[in-house]
């Protein structure tokens, strides 16, 4: 799979250049998550992804959503070949850049939340910081997570939810808090008076987070 993105350079790399993935949510797109780049350090490669499959109106989306059946709403064959297709990508990246001892850090919206937990607790040996707002953990993308806990242990999560979220209720964010809690993984869990979206709080908390 050949994903598309949209990526900013740091002014010199290093081996050892930091590298943060941006996942955007159903029916958006790479330009979503890349307005963060203004706040982000300097010095970090940036790379926001474009999801592979259209939605209505221009959007993108990493797997198709069935609304109308919600115990099998995700499509799970086409939600497993993007989390394939993000992490060729990011190899592909990491060789190309000669990023030999660096951070890989994900930070996902909504869908793109949802994959975050996948592949990191899949792969965490590839990544540091994950952010995942606005998501639940999708139980049918975690039957091969990683359940060592010494592999978890370098993993660092920030969990956001809106109080508000009408499109994934917050009791589903509050409950992937508890599997990381039950998976012994490092994680802070903030709700915000927003609905499905990052607001200003929520904003500045991630970016502290990323910047630790």
């Known amino acids: 799979m050949d994903l598309k993105y949209l990526i900013r350079e740091p002014e010199t790399i290093t081996s050892s250049t930091p590298l943060l993935i941006l996942l955007h949510g159903y029916?958006?797109?790479e330009e979503d998550l890349f307005s963060f780049v203004p706040t982000l350090p300097a010095d970090?490669?940036?790379?926001?992804?474009?999801?592979?499959l259209s939605t209505d109106f221009e959007g993108f989306s990493w797997y198709d959503i069935d609304?109308?059946?919600?115990?099998?709403?995700?499509?799970?064959?086409?939600?497993?070949?993007?989390?394939?297709?993000?992490?060729?990508?990011?190899?592909?990246i990491t060789n190309q850049y000669g990023l030999?001892?660096?951070?890989?850090?994900?930070?996902g919206f909504s869908q793109g939340g949802i994959l975050s937990y996948a592949l990191a607790l899949e792969n965490p040996d590839l990544f540091s910081k994950v952010a995942c707002m606005s998501c639940y953990a999708e139980e049918r993308l975690l039957e091969n997570i990683v359940k060592d806990k010494k592999k978890l242990e370098k993993l660092r999560f920030f969990v956001s939810h809106g109080t508000d979220d009408v499109v994934?209720?917050?009791?589903?964010?509050?409950?992937?808090?508890?599997?990381?809690?039950?998976l012994s993984c490092y994680f802070s869990f903030r709700e915000y008076m927003s609905g499905h979206s990052v607001n200003q709080k929520n904003y500045m908390d991630l970016m502290e987070f990323l910047l630790k």
């Open 44 to 52: 970090w490669l940036v790379v926001s992804f474009r999801a592979p």
């Open 67 to 92: 609304f109308n059946d919600l115990e099998n709403r995700v499509d799970v064959p086409q939600a497993k070949e993007s989390m394939k297709g993000i992490l060729e990508t990011i190899l592909r």
């Open 100 to 107: 030999s001892d660096n951070e890989t850090h994900l930070c």
């Open 168 to 182: 994934i209720p917050l009791e589903e964010g509050r409950k992937a808090a508890e599997m990381l809690y039950d």
């Open 27 to 29: 029916g958006s797109n």
